[in-house]
């Protein structure tokens, strides 16, 4: 599937280093004082063995209340290769994928989980590093009526399961035209509504802007039975003040389905959502793919190098980040894998009241700044000795 030789970090540490050292640095490294895998049931990782994908469990906890219960939630998160080569037809190349991931949220249901969120535009490769459009915009499909949502929305409803799934949105009303969509399903089933990209990358391979442009959906945040949810989507994770606006329209968890390969992006991964928890005192769940992609023509990405027909390798590392700074251990750089994370919202207030970061954020400082710089006479505000 790839060509990683370390596949798994937290697996390498386990694997070398003594027990009590070990417990050392998964204190520094996860932030975490006591031991946070959750025992998952028999009949999920049965599934998994099965079906030759990864399952790993987690858990968040928060202090007992009085004045308040516990709000525990379990959160799915899917990363996984396609299946058909790039060449097969674009239908049965969608259902190969819908198969996969149908087991695989079958096993989420089967482990307890109460969300379960999708790595970016799942139902198809990520095609758009070659700037084809041809046919790879046949992956495209609506929103909210496309065939993507309506099976999903089945098995959200079978499962009493929130699903969040990210697809190549097709625009039907507005001129046909192209989004990266992350569409959010109630667990009644119910089509509860989407978000759009953005923030666009144009860096290498990942020129999207031959496909889709930014969104125009703003920063919505789902209220669903089971939290407030909001999806940034991929590229997004590079700017802060993407994170800040879902938090400040209230989010409770953050999704961040993504698709980003080794030697570009993997130093960026463990930082960011974590950051973002940290700043915004909600959960992040970051997700991305993993595998080579191979396509039927040579591309190049503008860099100086070969013409090339593969994409990757993605290298995984799906994880969840808490607000207190703490974090899971990954899933694998290179094999398709479900983590289940077990968390208590009432962590995000908690940490909140503690560290005081919405209360000292200075909103009307920043507005004035920003304000300023968004201006085409703008100067930077550099004093100089004179």
Same mark, same amino acid.
């Given at each position: 599937m790839s060509a990683f030789e370390l596949k798994n970090l937290n697996e390498c540490l386990e694997k070398h280093l003594p027990a009590d050292e070990l417990k050392e640095v998964k204190r520094i490294l996860y932030g975490v004082e006591e031991d946070q895998t959750l025992t998952l049931p028999e009949n999920a990782t049965a599934i998994a063995e099965e079906n030759g994908f990864d399952i790993k469990g987690y858990r968040f906890t928060a202090r007992p209340e009085q004045t308040r219960k516990p709000r525990i939630v379990r959160v799915g998160a899917i990363q996984n290769s396609i299946?058909?080569?790039?060449?097969?037809?674009?239908?049965?190349?969608?259902?190969?994928?819908?198969? /996969?991931?149908?087991?695989?949220?079958?096993?989420?249901?089967?482990?307890?989980?109460?969300?379960?969120?999708?790595?970016?535009?799942?139902?198809?490769?990520?095609?758009?590093?070659?700037?084809?459009?041809?046919?790879?915009?046949?992956?495209?499909?609506?929103?909210?009526?496309?065939?993507?949502?309506?099976?999903l929305s089945e098995l959200a409803k079978e499962y009493n399961m929130v699903i969040i799934h990210s697809i190549l949105e097709r625009d039907i009303e507005h001129g046909e035209t192209i989004w990266n969509t992350a569409v959010v399903i109630s667990n009644s089933g119910r089509y509860l509504g989407k978000h759009r990209k953005n923030h666009i990358p144009r860096v290498g391979d990942f020129n999207e802007s031959t496909y889709y442009m930014e969104g125009n959906t703003l920063h919505p945040?789902?209220?669903?039975?089971?939290?407030?949810?909001?999806?940034?989507?991929?590229?997004?994770?590079?700017?802060?003040?993407?994170?800040?606006?879902?938090?400040?329209?209230?989010?409770?968890?953050?999704?961040?389905?993504?698709?980003?390969?080794?030697?570009?992006?993997?130093?960026?991964?463990?930082?960011?959502?974590?950051?973002?928890?940290?700043?915004? +005192?909600?959960?992040?769940?970051?997700?991305?793919?993993?595998?080579?992609?191979?396509?039927?023509?040579?591309?190049?990405?503008?860099?100086?190098? /070969?013409?090339?027909?593969?994409?990757?390798?993605?290298?995984?590392?799906?994880?969840?980040?808490?607000?207190?700074?703490?974090?899971?251990?990954?899933? +694998?750089?290179?094999?398709?894998?479900?983590?289940?994370?077990?968390?208590?919202?009432?962590?995000?207030?908690?940490?909140?009241?503690?560290?005081?970061?919405?209360?000292?954020?200075?909103?009307?400082l920043y507005a004035e700044s920003f304000q300023k710089a968004a201006q085409h006479d703008f100067k930077p505000q550099i004093i100089k000795e004179t």
């Open positions: 299946v058909l080569p790039t060449t097969a037809p674009i239908e049965k190349q969608r259902e190969a994928i819908w198969n /996969k991931v149908k087991t695989m949220i079958k096993a989420a249901a089967a482990a307890g989980c109460n969300i379960v969120g999708t790595q970016e535009a799942w139902t198809m490769p990520f095609a758009f590093c070659t700037r084809e459009k041809f046919p790879w915009c046949e992956f495209a499909e609506e929103a909210e009526n496309g065939p993507t949502t309506k099976m945040v789902f209220e669903t039975e089971f939290g407030k949810l909001a999806i940034n989507i991929c590229y997004g994770r590079h700017h802060p003040q993407n994170w800040m606006m879902f938090g400040l329209n209230g989010a409770e968890i953050v999704f961040n389905p993504s698709a980003t390969i080794g030697r570009l992006s993997e130093p960026l991964w463990s930082i960011e959502a974590r950051n973002a928890a940290i700043a915004n +005192s909600y959960f992040t769940v970051p997700i991305n793919r993993v595998g080579t992609e191979e396509f039927p023509n040579e591309y190049t990405s503008g860099d100086g190098k /070969k013409a090339h027909k593969e994409f990757g390798p993605f290298y995984g590392s799906t994880y969840v980040a808490a607000p207190d700074g703490s974090r899971t251990p990954s899933l +694998s750089r290179d094999k398709d894998g479900l983590l289940v994370v077990e968390l208590d919202l009432n962590l995000c207030r908690q940490v909140k009241d503690f560290w005081g970061f919405r209360m000292t954020q200075r909103l009307p």
